[in-house]
């Protein structure tokens, strides 16, 4: 009679243990994406390249377009690493934010992935939205702080648009350098702290009460 316990049911789903990391499923989608594009990449290819079940991608990221929204997250984290660009002189903050933007443009791997249709260009409008533009606000604080991190965002985005997606001739063909010299002084007056209107001088009580002398004319 064999006494011996049966061996365990393989489960489907999160494994037990030491699983292996978003990172390296994320790594591995990345370098298929680039290889097949988005739309010849399968969950399950990813699956066989990262030696995981596909269910553990569809518990992690939900389906192949959260996978590569991820992807291009990731992306977008190690070029514009928002702690980094507002770590450090708030007088080069401009030249920080352009040439983040503009380094992570430059990169041809992170071009190819936003040439895979509207799903890149949906995870850039999220990161904008919710990573930098959020980031922004708390970081400038005050009652102004979401109008300036706006104007930030907004000036970023038409650099994104005019000299990448849909690259007008002019933007296009200027260097970083001179896209960040063109830039700056828009981006140093959008985080400018907003000042109070100047209220005019209060009259003295003798002045309210003096009568007005009709002008003389000659």
């Not at 260009?121 to 702080?145: S, T």
């Not at 300036?148 to 690259?167: D, E, H, K, Q, S």
């Not at 896209?179 to 007056?189: E, G």
């Amino acid at each position: 009679m064999n006494n011996a316990a049966p061996a365990p049911a393989r489960t489907r789903g999160r494994p037990r243990g030491n699983p292996p990391t978003r990172e390296s499923i994320v790594s591995a989608a990345r370098a298929l994406f680039l290889e097949r594009g988005y739309r010849r990449t399968t969950v399950r290819a990813v699956a066989a390249v990262a030696a995981v079940d596909p269910a553990l991608i569809a518990y992690h990221f939900g389906s192949k377009k959260g996978l590569f929204a991820d992807v291009m997250q990731f992306q977008c984290a190690n070029a514009l690493a928002v702690d980094d660009v507002l770590g450090g002189d708030p007088a080069t903050l401009p030249d920080r934010l352009i040439d983040a933007v503009t380094g992570l443009w430059e990169d041809a791997d992170f071009l190819q992935l936003t040439a895979q249709g509207g799903e890149a260009a949906e995870v850039i409008r999220e990161y904008l939205e919710r990573e930098l533009l959020a980031r922004l606000v708390e970081f400038l604080g005050g009652r102004d702080a979401t109008a300036r991190a706006t104007a930030v965002v907004t000036i970023l985005g038409g650099l994104i648009y005019t000299r990448y997606l849909n690259p007008l001739p002019t933007p296009a063909a200027l260097t970083p350098s001179e896209t960040r010299h063109v830039l700056t002084p828009a981006l140093r007056a959008a985080l400018a702290r907003g000042r109070a209107p100047r209220q005019p001088p209060e009259r003295s009580v003798e002045a309210h009460r003096r009568p007005v002398e009709a002008p003389i004319w000659p």
